[in-house]
């Protein structure tokens, strides 16, 4: 069963799609208000503010500056196996840091040309916030695209104390 909720927040109301576990819900999606290709609510799905409420208080913590990682059940299956190691990739940054796009296709094994599929992947990333890739960045350290918008990128790089140069 596909659950929702939103959670108000310094970026405006983020909506919360996840999947229903026998250990609680998987999270699927979190969307921010204008992101591009974020979730909409769909027929059929519960709204289920309770289901996400350790979600939600981890990210008021993570705004109040008082949490640098999330544990949270991401539900499986969405992205091609490509994304979902960029995906991993992005996992591995460490709060208040930062990396090229050109670093992350190292790691997943694509230097080079594989830039611009790092790019994409990680604007299909459906997890934006918890799942970081707002710590990626250009590789001159100038801020590149973002889905939720490069005001908001700025924003979270500034919460974690992470130096990007515009």
């Not at 939103?6 to 204008?34: H, K, W």
């Not at 940054?93 to 050109?102: A, R």
């Amino acid at each position: 069963m596909t659950m929702y909720a939103t959670v108000d927040s310094p970026l405006g109301e983020l909506l919360l799609v996840g999947e229903e576990t026998t250990g609680g819900v998987a999270l699927a999606s979190l969307s921010l208000p204008g992101q591009k290709g974020a979730a909409v609510v769909r027929d059929g799905w519960v709204h289920a503010p309770e289901a996400f409420a350790g979600i939600a208080a981890q990210l008021r913590e993570y705004f109040e500056g008082r949490r640098t990682r999330f544990d949270i059940v991401y539900a499986d299956g969405a992205g091609t196996g490509f994304q979902r190691r960029v995906w991993a990739a992005l996992d591995t940054v460490p709060y208040g840091e930062t990396v090229s796009y050109g670093q992350i296709a190292e790691r997943v094994g694509t230097p080079g040309s594989g830039v611009r599929a790092v790019g994409t992947a990680i604007g299909r990333n459906p997890l934006l916030v918890v799942r970081p890739c707002h710590r990626v960045i250009g590789a001159d350290g100038a801020l590149r695209g973002y889905a939720g918008g490069l005001e908001r990128k700025e924003r979270l790089l500034g919460l974690e104390g992470a130096l990007a140069v515009r």
